[in-house]
């Protein structure tokens, strides 16, 4: 699997193009600077299929409608969080004093856990929430895209009106007991990979050993 890495947007959110076919693409997360993304498609010569994103806060998806409309992808989104993308105060937009909110007119709604296929590849939608009620990570092979619910040695916020620490502690759970290791790509900050969280991360302390398959 071929993935691009960009960090885009005003908190610079790291939106991840993963190559499902020769001269295709999928895109998880585009937090803004929607012509620099263009450019790198261009300049990559990749058509975009789709726009996954792992929650609706603005630093995620500040960039979607902008890129949906010049290439024609489908944007996919947690049915609970669906309503941010069309509310500057519910995506938090409205609470940045420098942001310009661009709704997004067209989704797709997702809910509980499903797959989208693309190309070669198949996504399964793994509802994580905590961060936001709709947060999600994609699965795809031996990677997660784990959006805010999962940092390198740490976990996304939990003190926003619609999130909830009980939430991520149950989403933290399912996590830390899949099976097997994964190269973790998460919303901010470095990559990871799932058993070095396990070993590590002290959100993940009160989860070893609970599952001796791993």
Request: proline share 3%; with cysteine.
């Amino acid at each position: 699997m071929k993935i691009h890495h960009l960090q885009l947007g005003p908190l610079r959110a790291n939106c991840y193009i993963i190559e499902t076919a020769p001269g295709r693409c999928i895109a998880v997360d585009i937090g803004g600077d929607s012509r620099l993304f263009l450019e790198f498609l261009k300049m990559k010569k990749l058509r975009l299929s789709k726009i996954l994103l792992t929650h609706g806060h603005f630093d995620h998806m500040g960039g979607v409608e902008a890129v949906r409309k010049a290439t024609g992808a489908e944007v996919y989104i947690h049915e609970l969080d669906a309503h941010m993308l069309g509310s500057a105060s519910a995506s938090l937009a409205a609470d940045m004093a420098f942001m310009t909110f661009d709704p997004v007119t067209d989704w797709t709604s997702v809910c509980g856990d499903c797959f989208i296929n693309d190309g070669d590849y198949t996504f399964k939608v793994l509802h994580t929430p905590g961060h936001s009620r709709g947060s999600v990570c994609y699965i795809c092979e031996d990677v997660i895209f784990s959006g805010d619910t999962l940092f390198c040695c740490s976990v996304g916020r939990t003190d926003f009106p619609d999130s909830s620490s009980s939430d991520m502690t149950y989403s933290l759970n399912i996590l830390a007991n899949l099976v097997g290791d994964y190269k973790v790509y998460p919303g901010h900050n470095e990559s990871t990979t799932l058993d070095y969280e396990r070993s590590s991360n002290p959100y993940l302390k009160q989860f070893r050993g609970t599952n001796d398959e791993r």
